[in-house]
């Protein structure tokens, strides 16, 4: 199993680029996440999904949009990026049915720099 | 509201001290928590959690953690430091019931550095 991928692992966008960035999990879960991590701020939520077809706001969802169309896929938007929103994005997915303890898979993350 | 606090953002050791990095969380009921290690440039990779089960919960690469709901703790430790630890830790909980199911709560995390 690859577990949590993340695409594209590095990225750089000038000011009021769009962006997309998929995140697949081949582990059959129901839920998946996409966190933003920060130097001194741990990670927080923007966006995450408890099922195909539905999406719910995190902390800081403002400036990005997501879809969950698929599954095994959760696609995370910036329509017009800001500098504010260079950081490093991580994916996760929890939950199997065989499973209840919501223990989160992490992706390798994506660094994004906006200039 | 969940919150998760961790004592300390930097935490040194010598080789083969002790580890002890400290996270306290409120919750008006005992939740699930974890404790994940980040190596630079990685994802998080899950180190432990409690599930309600025992109390002490022993991890991967020799850690451990203590459940003690009186004191609202869950502190991770390792009885010997090595340089591989060197890495950033972060405590999380999750509400075991409610409408935000499935969501971790992390701490800010804790820098874990190891001298020679």
Known sequence: NAGVTQTPKFRVLK???SMTLLCAQDMNHEYM???RQDPGMGLRLIHYSVGEGTTAKGEVPDGYNVSRLKKQNFLLGLESAAPSQTSVYFCASSYSKSN???EQYFGPGTRLTVT | AQSVTQLGS????SEGALVLLRCNYSSSVPPYLFWYVQYPNQGLQLLLKYTSAA???KGINGFEAEFKKSETSFHLTKPSAHMSDAAEYFCAVSRVRG?????????????????P
């Open chain 1, 15 to 17: 000011t009021g680029q």
């Open chain 1, 33 to 35: 996440y996409w966190y």
């Open chain 1, 100 to 102: 209840d303890y919501y």
């Open chain 2, 10 to 13: 930097h935490v040194s050791v």
């Open chain 2, 55 to 57: 109390t002490l919960v």
């Open chain 2, 99 to 115: 409408s935000t199911l499935g969501r971790l709560y992390f701490g800010r995390g804790t820098q874990l550095t190891v001298w």
